[in-house]
C-alpha cells in the first residue's frame, strides 16, 4: 500500500513549536484516514491522532494534552500536525500513514513506514 509522505521535522526548544506536513503521495479515495504516529529511541511506535477523511473527525490520544492539533488543505491535499508546548519527551521520528478507518488505527502495523520525520526537542 502507498503510504504518505512526511515533512517538517527540525530542532525545537521546549515549549517551542513544530508543524508537520503529510502529502498522500497519490491518495485520492476520500475513504481512507490519515493517522500521526511517533517512536521515540528505544520506544514502540506509538499512534497519536487519526483524522477521518470522510466525516472530518479528528481523534487524539489523551496523552497530548491538546498539545497536538490536526489540520486539513483540502485543496493542496495536505493532512498537518502542529505541535505546540513542545517537551523534550516529543524527540521522536513522526510518521503518517493512510488507512480505510480510524478505528484501532494505534495498532496499525506496516512492513514499510517509511522514513519519517525526526522531530527533536532540547531543553
Known amino acids: 500500500q502507498v503510504q504518505p509522505v512526511e515533512s517538517g521535522g527540525g530542532l525545537a526548544q521546549s515549549g517551542g513549536s513544530l508543524r508537520l506536513t503529510c502529502t498522500p503521495n497519490?491518495?485520492?479515495?476520500?475513504?481512507?484516514?490519515i493517522a500521526w504516529f511517533r517512536q521515540a529511541p528505544g520506544k514502540e511506535r506509538e499512534g497519536l491522532s487519526c483524522?477521518?477523511?470522510?466525516?472530518?473527525?479528528?481523534f487524539y490520544r489523551g496523552i497530548l494534552g491538546g498539545r497536538f492539533i490536526v489540520s486539513v488543505d483540502n485543496v493542496n491535499n495536505k493532512v498537518y500536525l502542529q505541535m505546540s508546548s513542545l517537551k523534550p519527551e516529543d524527540t521522536a521520528v513522526y510518521y503518517c500513514?493512510?488507512?480505510?478507518?480510524?478505528?484501532?488505527?494505534?495498532?496499525?502495523?506496516?512492513?514499510?513506514w517509511g522514513q519519517g520525520t525526526q522531530v527533536t526537542v532540547s531543553s
Open positions: 483524522y477521518s477523511m470522510s466525516d472530518g473527525i479528528t
Open positions: 497519490g491518495l485520492t479515495s476520500v475513504y481512507y484516514s
Open positions: 500513514a493512510a488507512l480505510s478507518s480510524c478505528s484501532g488505527y494505534e495498532l496499525l502495523e506496516l512492513d514499510d
